[in-house]
Structures are given as structure tokens and as C-alpha cells.
């Protein structure tokens, strides 16, 4: 195993230990998904819902559900096995990638990518694993056209019921492509027939699939039309970069070693990279948050497969030029995860102290409660532990506690379901996360009393209950 591998890898095991370790997942949507498995069906209280993107979350969340219902286990076993589970998922495509690769390529820029997004329980983890190893067996040339027709079919279909910015990622790689000539490089044709092919097919399946299998749950609805141009907007995505320098960073480690193919030499160019990446590395001490993770998706699809185009023409000479940059790179990651998980635990130290028995209202608790979500001045960007007076309060919960709906949960399982804090939502469209008829059908099956009260007050606050949006 070569020493960039090596390091990624290890970044990604110290992510996942110390995120099961904090149980991050339960602190933006996983708090959602992870607690279906748990109160219900999985399938029938969320991902029912998204049934266009529902291979991808059963993949990543389905197995801890099963064992679940399986091994009877309780809410402590439940939630540690699911956060490993999840975890296992990009290490066992990773794992596939290097079974079918010619070079390592593909695995290393899939685990880069992984370990930039871990923290935010997109379904993108599992449809870029996937689309990269059929675009491993479609370069192949010793594949034959039918295996890759094959492959392109059974791909395809896991594809299609992933996410639907996979076929934005494909047309990204042909467009690419086509101007790699510009540079006296070029791509074989078979891969960008194929990708083509393949990203029109896929582009087509989601228009119809709005129409097929649309949102049942219209908050949700509402949420993915605020959000449908995340993928496609320069502003947002230069936003984000803003934010979070050091998403930046990272993208500009995965890119540079490309940098011959585009005819780029500069003798300092060395330097330049490792004083980029002392900068990231402040970054991902001082500036890591809730938001970090989940914005990296918007922009790591396209800097992945610029990455990857780039290094096609020449992949053991971009392996080569890459082990410094990858090792760079994993270092940043590791050491944002520490700084994330350190946040993680001081949040869970000041839940511990706020928690009531029941489910209490946090903006009743007799200390006021730190809700203000943090606006992105600079000091919060480059220096959060400066941010306001007191760092937990001033910097950790405005930060953590950024998604209103997860604290419900959160606190239920951190209460070990003796109570939860909650906050409140407003009328409007406003998220709420399930569907009232499959609330009303986990209770009529919960597990015990505790599960029973907390169903009935997700049945009162936290739940669509029609085509038009309830405010209660």
C-alpha cells in the first residue's frame, strides 16, 4: 500500500472512530434517518420518501436497521453499531474500487472525497463510489463492449436511485474531457461515449422520476426547492469556499497534481502547495463546524472529476506527483475531524447539564438557551475559538445546534430516552421530517412507553400531516 494511501486511510479510520465515538451523525439529517431505524421502519417513516435516492440511504443506513430489528438491541447498541455500519460503507466500495482498478487512481480519489463529505450522511457517499467503478471497468480497454453495456445497466440502475447531481458529475467529465486536446491530451473515446451515454440516461430517469415518484412529504418538498440549485450556482458554490477556506484547500490538493497535464510549470509550485496547505491546516483547526462536511458535496463532485480527467492521460505519473498533495490532503482531514469531534463532545457536555426529565421546550429551560445561529464573520471563519466570550456558548451550540430539528433527537438518545429538548417550528414550510400516517403507524407499534411519548410529540410537532404544510 503506498504512503498516500496509507495516510488517507488512517485519516479515514480516525474520522470514523471519533465520529461513532461522538455520535455525529445525530446532529444534522442522520439525527433523522438513524432515529427511523429505531422508532419504526426505516423504509416507511423516511426513506419512503426520497424513494428516487432510496438505494443510497438503505445501503448506508438499512443494515443497522435490520440488525436492529435482528438482535433486539438497545438504543446504545443500536446507535454505535449504526455510526460503524455507515462508516464501513465507503471502505467496502473503496475496497471494490481496488479490486477492479488498472491503477489506484480511482480508489484514492474516492476515499479523498469520502473523507472530505463523511461527516454529512449524503447519499452522494454511495452514488460517486458506484459511478467510479463503472467508469474504472468502462476504461478498461480490456473490457469488452458488452461487459461495459453490462456494467452500465446494473451500475446504472444503483446510479439512478442515488442522487440526482451524479449526471450533472457525468457531463462534467465529458465536457472536461473534450477540452483536455486544448492541452495535447486527450481521453479515450470509449469512456466519454460511455459517460455520456450514461449521464443523459441518468439526467432523463430524474426528470421523470419527479413525475413517477415524487416527494411525499411536501416540507421536504419545499426544502429541495430552496436547495435544487446548490449544485449548478457559481455564487453559492464560491460561497461556500468563503466559508470554508478550507474546502478550498482541499480541492486545490486534489487538483495540483495535474498541473502538467495543462502544461502548468512553475519551479515554486512546491513551496506554493505546502504553504497552501499550512493555511488549510489552520483551517481545519480554527475553522471546522457543523456546515463543513455537508458543503463540501456542492463543489467536491466537480474538483474530484477535474482531478480525475487530469490524471487519466498519464496515471502513474499523476500517482506519482500525487503522494505529497494526498498526504497533505489527509492530514487537513484528520485534524479537522479532531477539531469537529472535539466540538461534538463540549456540546454534549452542555446538553448533559441543560437535559430535564420529559420533553421540555429548550427556550423554557432557566438559562437562556444559546440558539442564535452564528452569522459567517471572519473571525468565526479563521478563529472560532475567539468567537464571543464564553467558546461553548458563544461558539459550539449557535454552531451545533444550526439545524433545529436534531436536538430533539439528539437529546432523546443522550437522555437515554428518558426526555428530549426541542425546539419549536414555525408554520410555513418549514422541514418537518415525517409524515404524520407513518407516525401514527410506528406508534401504534412502539417498542415501550418511552419510544410511545416520544412518537406522540413527534405526532404533534414534528410531522406533514398533508398535501398542504402543517404548523403545528
Same mark, same amino acid.
Given at each position: 500500500?503506498?504512503?498516500?494511501?496509507?495516510?488517507?486511510?488512517?485519516?479515514?479510520?480516525?474520522?470514523?472512530?471519533?465520529?461513532?465515538?461522538?455520535?455525529?451523525?445525530?446532529?444534522?439529517?442522520?439525527?433523522?434517518?438513524?432515529?427511523?431505524?429505531?422508532?419504526?421502519?426505516?423504509?416507511?417513516?423516511?426513506?419512503?420518501?426520497?424513494?428516487?435516492?432510496?438505494?443510497?440511504?438503505?445501503?448506508?443506513?438499512?443494515?443497522?436497521?435490520?440488525?436492529?430489528?435482528?438482535?433486539?438491541?438497545?438504543?446504545?447498541?443500536?446507535?454505535?453499531?449504526?455510526?460503524?455500519?455507515?462508516?464501513?460503507?465507503?471502505?467496502?466500495?473503496?475496497?471494490?474500487?481496488?479490486?477492479?482498478?488498472?491503477?489506484?487512481?480511482?480508489?484514492?480519489?474516492?476515499?479523498?472525497?469520502?473523507?472530505?463529505?463523511?461527516?454529512?450522511?449524503?447519499?452522494?457517499?454511495?452514488?460517486?463510489?458506484?459511478?467510479?467503478?463503472?467508469?474504472?471497468?468502462?476504461?478498461?480497454?480490456?473490457?469488452?463492449?458488452?461487459?461495459?453495456?453490462?456494467?452500465?445497466? #446494473?451500475?446504472?440502475?444503483?446510479?439512478?436511485?442515488?442522487?440526482? /447531481?451524479? &449526471?450533472?458529475? =457525468? %457531463?462534467?467529465?465529458? *465536457? !472536461? @474531457?473534450?477540452?483536455?486536446?486544448?492541452?495535447?491530451?486527450?481521453?479515450?473515446?470509449?469512456?466519454?461515449?460511455?459517460?455520456?451515454?450514461?449521464?443523459?440516461?441518468?439526467?432523463?430517469?430524474?426528470?421523470?422520476?419527479?413525475?413517477?415518484?415524487?416527494?411525499?412529504?411536501?416540507?421536504?418538498?419545499?426544502?429541495?426547492?430552496?436547495?435544487?440549485?446548490?449544485?449548478?450556482?457559481?455564487?453559492?458554490?464560491?460561497?461556500?469556499?468563503?466559508?470554508?477556506?478550507?474546502?478550498?484547500?482541499?480541492?486545490?490538493?486534489?487538483?495540483?497534481?495535474?498541473?502538467?497535464?495543462?502544461? #502548468?510549470?512553475?519551479?515554486?509550485?512546491?513551496?506554493?502547495?505546502? /504553504?497552501? &496547505?499550512?493555511? =488549510? %491546516?489552520?483551517?481545519? *483547526? !480554527? @475553522?471546522?463546524?457543523?456546515?463543513?462536511?455537508?458543503?463540501?458535496?456542492?463543489?467536491?463532485?466537480?474538483?474530484?472529476?477535474?482531478?480525475?480527467?487530469?490524471?487519466?492521460?498519464?496515471?502513474?505519473?499523476?500517482?506519482?506527483?500525487?503522494?505529497?498533495?494526498?498526504?497533505?490532503?489527509?492530514?487537513?482531514?484528520?485534524?479537522?475531524?479532531?477539531?469537529?469531534?472535539?466540538?461534538?463532545?463540549?456540546?454534549?457536555?452542555?446538553?448533559?447539564?441543560?437535559?430535564?426529565?420529559?420533553?421540555?421546550?429548550?427556550?423554557?429551560?432557566?438559562?437562556?438557551?444559546?440558539?442564535?445561529?452564528?452569522?459567517?464573520?471572519?473571525?468565526?471563519?479563521?478563529?472560532?475559538?475567539?468567537?464571543?466570550?464564553?467558546?461553548?456558548?458563544?461558539?459550539?451550540?449557535?454552531?451545533?445546534?444550526?439545524?433545529?430539528?436534531?436536538?430533539?433527537?439528539?437529546?432523546?438518545?443522550?437522555?437515554?430516552?428518558?426526555?428530549?429538548?426541542?425546539?419549536?417550528?414555525?408554520?410555513?414550510?418549514?422541514?418537518?421530517?415525517?409524515?404524520?400516517?407513518?407516525?401514527?403507524?410506528?406508534?401504534?407499534?412502539?417498542?415501550?412507553?418511552?419510544?410511545?411519548?416520544?412518537?406522540?410529540?413527534?405526532?404533534?410537532?414534528?410531522?406533514?400531516?398533508?398535501?398542504?404544510?402543517?404548523?403545528?
Amino acid at each position: 500500500m503506498d504512503r498516500s494511501d496509507k495516510a488517507l486511510l488512517a485519516a479515514f479510520l480516525l474520522a470514523a472512530g471519533l465520529g461513532t465515538w461522538t455520535r455525529c451523525l445525530m446532529h444534522d439529517d442522520g439525527a433523522v434517518i438513524l432515529s427511523s431505524g429505531w422508532l419504526g421502519s426505516l423504509w416507511d417513516l423516511y426513506a419512503s420518501q426520497i424513494a428516487s435516492r432510496a438505494v443510497a440511504v438503505l445501503a448506508m443506513h438499512g443494515p443497522a436497521w435490520l440488525a436492529r430489528a435482528a438482535f433486539d438491541l438497545d438504543a446504545g447498541a443500536y446507535l454505535t453499531l449504526a455510526h460503524v455500519l455507515y462508516f464501513a460503507v465507503p471502505l467496502l466500495l473503496w475496497l471494490m474500487l481496488r479490486v477492479v482498478e488498472r491503477d489506484r487512481l480511482f480508489s484514492r480519489l474516492y476515499l479523498a472525497l469520502a473523507l472530505a463529505m463523511i461527516y454529512f450522511p449524503t447519499e452522494l457517499i454511495v452514488g460517486v463510489g458506484v459511478w467510479l467503478i463503472w467508469l474504472a471497468l468502462v476504461s478498461d480497454p480490456a473490457r469488452s463492449i458488452a461487459g461495459v453495456v453490462l456494467a452500465t445497466l #446494473l451500475l446504472g440502475a444503483i446510479m439512478a436511485f442515488s442522487h440526482p /447531481a451524479l &449526471a450533472l458529475m =457525468g %457531463l462534467f467529465f465529458v *465536457a !472536461a @474531457g473534450l477540452a483536455l486536446p486544448l492541452f495535447g491530451q486527450r481521453l479515450p473515446a470509449r469512456s466519454l461515449v460511455a459517460a455520456a451515454v450514461l449521464s443523459v440516461a441518468l439526467l432523463a430517469f430524474y426528470l421523470a422520476a419527479t413525475r413517477w415518484l415524487p416527494l411525499t412529504n411536501p416540507t421536504d418538498g419545499a426544502s429541495q426547492e430552496a436547495n435544487r440549485f446548490a449544485y449548478l450556482s457559481p455564487v453559492w458554490m464560491l460561497r461556500t469556499l468563503m466559508y470554508f477556506p478550507m474546502i478550498a484547500v482541499l480541492w486545490f490538493l486534489l487538483l495540483v497534481p495535474g498541473a502538467d497535464t495543462l502544461r #502548468l510549470r512553475w519551479r515554486f509550485l512546491p513551496l506554493a502547495t505546502l /504553504a497552501i &496547505a499550512v493555511f =488549510g %491546516l489552520w483551517c481545519a *483547526a !480554527a @475553522g471546522t463546524s457543523l456546515k463543513t462536511s455537508a458543503w463540501t458535496r456542492h463543489t467536491g463532485l466537480y474538483a474530484m472529476t477535474l482531478a480525475l480527467v487530469l490524471a487519466l492521460p498519464a496515471p502513474a505519473a499523476w500517482l506519482r506527483r500525487a503522494e505529497r498533495p494526498l498526504i497533505l490532503f489527509a492530514t487537513i482531514a484528520a485534524v479537522s475531524a479532531l477539531s469537529f469531534n472535539i466540538d461534538l463532545w463540549l456540546f454534549g457536555r452542555f446538553i448533559d447539564r441543560a437535559l430535564r426529565p420529559g420533553i421540555v421546550d429548550a427556550a423554557t429551560l432557566p438559562a437562556p438557551w444559546p440558539s442564535q445561529r452564528p452569522e459567517p464573520v471572519a473571525g468565526r471563519i479563521l478563529f472560532k475559538f475567539g468567537v464571543g466570550e464564553k467558546y461553548v456558548r458563544d461558539g459550539v451550540m449557535p454552531s451545533y445546534d444550526w439545524s433545529r430539528i436534531p436536538l430533539a433527537f439528539y437529546t432523546y438518545f443522550r437522555s437515554d430516552r428518558q426526555g428530549a429538548l426541542f425546539h419549536p417550528l414555525g408554520g410555513g414550510a418549514e422541514w418537518r421530517p415525517f409524515e404524520c400516517p407513518a407516525v401514527a403507524r410506528a406508534l401504534a407499534q412502539a417498542r415501550d412507553a418511552q419510544d410511545r411519548q416520544f412518537l406522540e410529540f413527534l405526532a404533534q410537532h414534528y410531522c406533514a400531516r398533508s398535501a398542504g404544510l402543517s404548523d403545528r
